[in-house]
């Protein structure tokens, strides 16, 4: 029991680090932000029922949607059209549950921010729910 003591102290010191979070995307620029999203505004009132995303711009270069995948649950990538380079048609536009890329037809969906036969996801950004806000953050 003694060997294993140490070992717990390291998984319970590091376990909860999120520093290993990586979203790297040679397409898209790694900026650091953080906004709150407001659910009681009513342009983000879709994100309380599960399903919906928002658009938040002024956050990166393309801005940001955020969306809600259950109560309380949330996942939020850049509106930046992951395999493009930057260029007129390179914001995705939300259809439902999915974000499509003008420049190539690309189809992200928003549960896992993935496309069939693309190379990179969406670049997701970290989420903290606090009761009523949306935290975003990079």
Known sequence: MKRFLPLLLIVFLFGCDDSNFNNHNPYIANQHFSVDVNLSLPAYNDLNYPGNAAYVGGTTARGIY?????????????????NQAASSCSTLQKQGIVAVCPCDDAEYNFYTGRAPGMEYPMKP???????????VYN
């Open 66 to 82: 955020v969306f809600c995948i259950s109560d309380g649950n949330y996942t939020a990538y850049d509106a930046a059209c992951p």
């Open 125 to 135: 950004y970290r989420v903290q729910y606090l009761g009523g806000v949306v935290r």
